[in-house]
T-cell receptor, first 115, second 113 residues
Framework: GQQLNQSPQSMFIQEGEDVSMNCTSS?????WLWYKQDPGEGPVLLIA?????ELTSNGRLTAQFGITRKDSFLNISASIPSDVGIYFC???????????????FGDGTTLTVKP | DVKVTQSSRYLVKRTGEKVFLECVQD?????MFWYRQDPGLGLRLIYF???????EKGDIPEGYSVSREKKERFSLILESASTNQTSMYLC????????????FGQGTRLTVV
């Protein structure tokens, strides 16, 4: 199957710092999704990107869909303690069949924020 | 509030036991998924289903089977549990169309001893 390379694997930062993480793929995706998983919970969608070059913000979060369709990044500005968790990227292809909606996930970036 | 509910948060089973993990969603989603989450390996797809009684293998189906008799319910079955199936299991659902956000359950932490 398709593979996503997500980096960094983990980050330890001070409260107030900005964070950047990214995902790259050897093949194209038509949709990029970014999820956050709080400790002990399932992942929750943060941002969805549907067009190459698209830049989307959600509060302190900004994500971009790379123009090659093979990469995406997520930035978090002015981090706070509740940003702690695992962040996953996910890519989807738009099949006109029963595979539509199936995502390939990156391995995750574990974020630790020190107060 | 949309919901995906997994029947257990924690399970401890013995090697060789048959194990059922249940998942129910209340959003009328066509797609349902079972993932396994292990440290450093991200989310790996075990099986998914796009309709009642339909199932497709994911990336790591060996040792698992699934059942979808009703649209809202998707069960993961470990026919004979082994210690290497100790993991966090996550169920998710989404609409059939592409670009679909997946909604996840809270996860089941399974330990096989």
């Amino acid at each position: 199957g398709q593979q996503l390379n997500q980096s960094p694997q983990s980050m330890f930062i001070q409260e107030g710092e900005d964070v950047s993480m990214n995902c790259t793929s050897s093949s194209i995706f038509n949709t990029w999704l970014w999820y956050k998983q709080d400790p002990g919970e399932g992942p929750v969608l943060l941002i969805a990107l549907y067009k190459a070059g698209e830049l989307t913000s959600n509060g302190r979060l900004t994500a971009q869909f790379g123009i090659t369709r093979k990469d995406s990044f997520l930035n978090i500005s002015a981090s706070i303690p509740s940003d702690v968790g695992i962040y996953f990227c996910a890519g989807q292809l738009r099949f006109r069949d029963t595979n539509a909606g199936k995502s390939t996930f990156g391995d995750g970036t574990t974020l630790t924020v020190k107060p | 509030d949309v919901k995906v509910t997994q029947s257990s948060r924690y399970l401890v089973k013995r090697t060789g036991e048959k194990v059922f993990l249940e998942c129910v969603q209340d959003m009328d989603h066509e797609n349902m998924f079972w993932y396994r989450q292990d440290p450093g390996l991200g989310l790996r797809l075990i099986y998914f289903s796009y309709d009642v009684k339909m199932k497709e293998k994911g990336d790591i189906p060996e040792g698992y089977s699934v059942s979808r008799e009703k649209k809202e319910r998707f069960s993961l079955i470990l026919e004979s549990a082994s210690t290497n199936q100790t993991s966090m299991y996550l169920c998710a659902s989404s609409f059939l169309g592409a670009d679909g956000e997946a909604f996840f359950g809270q996860g089941t932490r399974l330990t096989v001893v």
